[in-house]
């Protein structure tokens, strides 16, 4: 199939003013012309780095996963490894840097799994997902100064009970496990 990701009907913006420009939040507001001459005065846009996820596999099977407590949702939950695209990473350096700061996990054959918009309506960022397979435990945790991440090594049945019991809420998270499982069903 072609790609059907395209700027069709991509809106005119005539102004914008930054309402808040800090390292994890940036909003500004738009003022946009859609292509019937329809203005829309206040558009708002979040714009975020890109983001990394990993499919972490070991050598034995186990899937390497996290769980941590998530403010905003006030839950703590089961993740996959995940972080920020650094300025002038790619996102294949990000995920190997993230899985082994994160878990100390590193090495096996990645490849590039997916790529989704976390929000496409309001969100500037892409999340892309990576499939890690023979990973192995190469040092300790490195994490930044406000995570809190304990790191689990689950069968891939347990981890595919969790999405089917909806115990995996980060969709981005969600979706690329999902795709791995149907994979794996064929």
């Known amino acids: 199939m072609e790609n059907t990701i395209n ?7 005539l102004s914008s003013e930054y309402l808040v420009q800090r390292p994890w939040l940036t909003a500004r507001k738009d003022v946009a012309e ?32 996290e769980r941590q407590y998530r403010h905003a949702l006030g839950k703590t939950c089961f993740e996959l490894p995940c972080g920020v695209i650094e300025a002038g990473e790619t996102p294949l ?11 100390g996990y590193a090495g096996g054959e990645w490849q590039a ?11 500037t960022n892409l999340a892309h997902s990576f499939l890690a397979v023979g990973v192995e435990k190469v040092s300790g945790q490195h994490l930044d100064a406000t995570e809190d991440i304990d790191v689990y090594l689950l069968s ?3 981890v595919r009970e969790l999405l089917e019991n909806n115990q995996i809420l ?3 998270m969600a979706a690329p496990l999902w795709k791995y499982f149907y994979g794996k069903d064929k």
Request: proline share 6%; charged share 30%.
């Open 156 to 158: 891939q049945d347990k």
């Open 93 to 103: 350096e990000a995920a190997k840097r993230e899985l082994q700061e994160e878990t």
């Open 113 to 123: 799994w997916m790529t989704l918009s976390p929000n496409p309506a309001t969100s």
């Open 7 to 13: 700027e069709e009907k991509k809106w005119k913006v």
């Open 34 to 65: 859609l292509p019937d001459g329809r203005i829309n005065h206040e558009y708002y846009v979040l714009e975020y780095p890109d983001w990394v996820n990993i499919i972490a596999i070991t050598k034995d099977g186990e899937v390497v996963m």
């Open 170 to 172: 980060q969709a981005l």
